[in-house]
T-cell receptor, first 113, second 114 residues
Framework: AQSVTQLDSHVSVSEGTPVLLRCNYS??????LFWYVQHPNKGLQLLLK??????LVKGINGFEAEFKKSETSFHLTKPSAHMSDAAEYFCVVVKTSYDKVIFGPGTSLSVIP | ETGVTQTPRHLVMGMTNKKSLKCEQH?????MYWYKQSAKKPLELMFV???????ENNSVPSRFSPECPNSSHLFLHLHTLQPEDSALYLC?????????????FGPGTRLTVL
């Protein structure tokens, strides 16, 4: 069975410092991986996705993530946090195109002025 | 956000009420989804519709009844709910219902069951 683990339920960073949100998955195959963001009182929005092309994926708002098969990880990073980045972030794994989507429990990111 | 709309945004209902949640997508997608988002729990997929046909029902209690009259509209009919059903209900759509498709989410309906 596939699963996804987000190692930190809450991350707090200062504005202008780097952001690292960790995600590990378990899957027998090379899955498709996504990061979604949810701002307060809003629906989820796709940040980026990996579907077996380049292992370093660039997304919106300066975020990027690197697929590391040997570590079964897909960590989300951003060089410099902005106040508007404060939100809930979800890592998502799909084993194959015909499998259901599995959401991680989420990481809440706080950005301190 | 105008791609997928949900109404109402907030709903308070008693356990004996009957109400419906509505979702509409303006993206020309063929698949629509209902999710339940409870505090401190991962997002739970409830139902999937692909080309108006239900393709997934994740053991959801019968007090939740989905309806998909066409590819653009999705309803969730609610009756005799329990307080533990209080949550944010999110609707999403994607092009073809494949796992690797990007899903586009509505803002959700915040449901409170008294």
């Amino acid at each position: 069975a596939q699963s996804v683990t987000q190692l930190d339920s809450h991350v707090s960073v200062s504005e202008g410092t780097p952001v690292l949100l960790r995600c590990n998955y378990s899957s027998s195959y090379s899955p498709s991986l996504f990061w979604y963001v949810q701002h307060p009182n809003k629906g989820l929005q796709l940040l980026l996705k990996y579907t077996s092309a380049a292992t370093l994926v660039k997304g919106i708002n300066g975020f990027e993530a690197e697929f590391k098969k040997s570590e079964t990880s897909f960590h989300l990073t951003k060089p410099s946090a902005h106040m508007s980045d404060a939100a809930e972030y979800f890592c998502v794994v799909v084993k194959t195109s015909y499998d259901k989507v599995i959401f991680g429990p989420g990481t809440s990111l706080s950005v301190i002025p | 956000e105008t791609g997928v709309t949900q109404t109402p945004r907030h709903l308070v209902m008693g356990m004996t009420n009957k109400k419906s949640l509505k979702c509409e997508q303006h993206l020309g997608h063929n698949a629509m989804y209902w999710y339940k988002q409870s505090a401190k729990k991962p997002l739970e997929l409830m139902f999937v519709y692909n080309f108006k046909e239900q393709t997934e029902n994740n053991s959801v209690p019968s007090r939740f009844s989905p309806e998909c009259p066409n590819s653009s509209h999705l309803f969730l009919h609610l009756h005799t709910l329990q307080p533990e059903d209080s949550a944010l209900y999110l609707c999403a759509s994607s092009q073809d219902g494949l796992g690797a498709d990007t899903q586009y989410f509505g803002p959700g309906t915040r449901l409170t069951v008294l």
